[in-house]
């Protein structure tokens, strides 16, 4: 082995390890995408479009201001090689821009004003089946990229996107475990409150729930908050008084 290609292949190990970081977040796993993809490939500039929560593309990094550029166009034009990828989900090949316009006219109208690429391939940021966005290889020149390249890429691309989905699971599971946490405090306060009731007003804790209830229901407002100022303040005195004052308005 040549000590060229074992550098090439060393560079390419690092790259890995590092988009492969599960402490990085999105828009740092995607830099760390583009600045090796330059590194190791052929291109003269990468950019990355990543879908929302809604599925709606959006910019997460660019090598440089032309390819930043080329990714804007394309999301204004919604248009182009990195749309279809997306949506595709396969790769998309444009050997020669120029020769693309009636494939996708206002962006190649566009990229041609700019003339800062001739050719874009582009790889799927893809995981069992779902594409989460795309990668764009920029060249100055017209031509297609050798097969290994575009296999460097697609292997680079494939491990940002394990990172990039476990990086979202793990926000999700800790929204979700936040909303836990909420309830079950929200429900530790509701049962002290009730205490509070009962033990103040001789009622059973059933009775006491239904005015604790009743008192926030009235006055449209949410049941644990009336909960803690039961809890925290007086204002037992005044939910306890609601089924009295319920009765002297019915006489």
């Keep these: ?3 060229a290609g074992g550098g090439r292949e060393e560079m390419a ?8 970081d599960p402490r990085g977040q999105e828009h740092d796993v995607a830099d760390l995408l583009v600045e090796h993809t330059v590194q190791l490939l052929t291109a003269d500039a990468a950019g990355i479009l990543l879908a929302d929560a809604r599925r709606e593309l959006r910019v997460m990094a660019a090598s440089s201001e032309d390819a930043m ?4 166009l394309q999301l204004q ?14 790769p998309v090949g444009v050997v020669d821009l120029t020769q693309a316009g009636d494939r996708w006219p206002a962006f190649v109208a566009a990229a041609a004003d700019r003339g800062a690429f ?3 391939h582009t790889l799927p940021l893809r995981l069992r089946g779902e594409t989460i966005g795309a990668l764009d290889l920029f060249y100055r020149e017209p031509g297609s990229p050798p097969d290994v390249e575009l296999g460097v890429g697609q292997a680079l691309a494939d491990v940002a ?7 979202r699971a793990a926000r999700r599971a800790e929204v979700v475990n936040d909303q836990l946490q909420s309830a079950l405090h929200s429900r530790v306060i509701i049962e002290h409150a009730k205490g509070v009731l009962a033990g103040g ?5 059933d009775a ?29 005195t005044a939910v306890l008084g609601t089924d009295s004052t319920r009765k002297s308005a019915s006489q």
Excluded: K, N, W
């Design 77 to 90: 034009s919604d248009e182009g090689p990195c749309v279809d990828c997306f949506h595709g989900g396969s």
């Design 13 to 20: 190990s690092r790259a890995v390890g590092s988009v492969d």
């Design 208 to 236: 006491a729930f239904d005015r604790l209830r009743r008192y926030a229901r009235d006055r449209g407002l949410r049941l644990s908050e009336v909960a803690r100022q039961v809890v925290e303040t007086d204002l037992a």
């Design 118 to 120: 001739r050719s874009v």
């Design 161 to 167: 996107t394990i990172a990039i989905v476990s990086e």
């Design 69 to 72: 550029l080329m990714e804007l």
């Design 1 to 3: 082995m040549s000590q």
């Design 201 to 205: 007003g001789a009622l059973g804790m």
